[in-house]
């Protein structure tokens, strides 16, 4: 059930990057306030992210995500009612506020139903939707757009999503936070909000955690918000065409490897403490070099097979994204965790699309297109940057696992 409630999470936010070349030419947008418009979403989502994952550790999560859903839904509806920058601005912001509440429930939520020993292999199965909703968000909305108007697909996912919410309301269950069934005992008194910081940051792998997602979300966004564009410009799809391949050759990839990724960071994390950080750092040292060549080949061949290899290591980094983050955090503060990790990542990786969005007006390598392929290509490096990290970070756990102590679960 959250499978298909997180799919719509991110179709509904993948929708606007499909049909920025139809904002462009029919409004008159060009590429700086194209990443403005990007952006918005991000900084209210990062921005709401610790009060979403505060309240998650403390109110029932189910109505959390389902009311989110609806909230969400209903404003990728309004979309289709904008006109003018503001308007743009406004909607993607308030559709960041609803959706920030998802993720450090749902994550919770699914802890709950997983012990140490399945958390990555679920979490990894979980993250298949986001692939899923990307490439469907992005292909779908270029589709509409190019047949019946670029607002005709902001009415579809978002009356879909409020259809969903209000089935899943019947079906989706709260479990215990301690994984067990419902009872009618009244829960532990929760803990304050300093208490909550304490427990999370006196991990000083937590802190490199937050700060690789910054890295890794930061290449993230921008592939997200630019691709299509980068494609039609460059190699001159159309705007479907560039909806779907801009997506589903990373995306696709992404999420063929992330249950392997997953059931390999869980036997990783049973020999080591901190396993599964392996696995993130291997896709983004090996990820670094395909990231470089999307950027910079000219040829579409070697630009599809950059785009896959990237995106099947960008499923290994995905898979422990917050399953590395459980396994140093306590259990009662994981939404919390969460939330700030949001924060922390998506504050971060709203300056991508501007990055890109302002390089490509002004940087001087001649033209557009070329300020694009470079801003894009820069991204390489930065998965260098964050694979180092996250080897810190391991290095920093110098103890075995549960598992590998012979305590199992």
Same mark, same amino acid.
């Given at each position: 059930m959250l499978w298909f409630v997180c799919f719509f999470n991110y179709a509904d936010r993948q929708a606007i990057y499909a049909v920025a070349p139809r904002l462009r030419d029919e409004l008159g947008f060009d590429e700086e306030r194209l990443g403005y418009i990007f952006s918005a979403f991000m900084w209210v989502y990062a921005a709401g992210a610790p009060c979403a994952g505060f309240l998650a550790d403390r109110l029932r999560r189910k109505d959390l995500i389902? &009311?989110?859903?609806?909230?969400?839904? =209903?404003?990728?509806?309004?979309?289709s009612w904008c006109s003018r920058f503001w308007h743009f601005v406004t909607v993607r912001a308030l559709e960041g506020l609803g959706e920030t509440f998802y993720f450090p429930a749902s994550m919770s939520l699914v802890s709950d139903y997983h012990s140490a020993r399945t958390r990555s292999r679920a979490m990894a199965f979980h993250q298949s939707s986001v692939y899923v909703g990307t490439i469907l968000g992005s292909w779908v909305g270029a589709l509409f757009a190019e047949t019946l108007g670029w607002r005709v697909g902001f009415y579809f996912f978002g009356l879909s999503g409020m259809l969903l919410a209000v089935v899943l309301y019947?079906?989706?269950?709260?479990?215990?936070?301690? *994984?067990t069934i419902v009872t009618a005992e009244r829960p532990p008194e929760p803990p304050s909000i300093r208490d909550t910081l304490q427990a999370i940051f006196r991990s000083p792998t937590a802190v490199v955690l937050m700060l690789v997602f910054v890295g890794a979300n930061f290449v993230a966004t921008i592939f997200l918000a630019w691709t299509p564009m980068f494609l039609v410009e460059k190699f001159h799809f159309k705007l479907a065409a560039a909806g779907l391949n801009g997506t589903i050759y990373i995306h696709l990839a992404s999420a063929l490897s992330v249950p392997l990724a997953g059931w390999l960071a869980d036997r990783l994390a049973r020999r080591w403490h901190g396993g599964r950080m392996l696995v993130q750092a291997a896709g983004l040292l090996v990820g670094a070099t395909f990231v470089f060549l999307v950027g910079t080949t000219r040829d579409l061949g070697t630009l599809i097979l950059s785009m896959t290899v990237f995106g099947f290591c960008k499923g290994f980094y995905d898979s422990g994204i917050f399953a590395a983050l459980y396994d140093v955090v306590p259990a009662h503060v994981r939404a919390t965790a969460a939330g700030l990790m949001n924060t922390v990542g998506w504050t971060g990786g709203a300056l991508g699309?501007? =990055?890109? *969005?302002?390089?490509?007006?002004? &940087? *001087?390598? *001649?033209?557009?297109?070329?300020?694009?392929?470079h801003a894009i290509a820069y991204c390489g490096p930065i998965y260098l940057v964050a694979a180092v990290l996250l080897l810190v970070g391991f290095g920093l756990l110098r103890r075995p696992s549960a598992d590998a102590a012979g305590r199992g679960e």
């Open positions: 389902l &009311g989110g859903c609806l909230f969400w839904s =209903f404003v990728t509806v309004t979309t019947r079906c989706l269950r709260e479990p215990a936070r301690e *994984g699309p501007i =990055f890109v *969005g302002y390089w490509t007006t002004h &940087g *001087g390598y *001649g033209n557009k297109v070329e300020n694009m392929s």
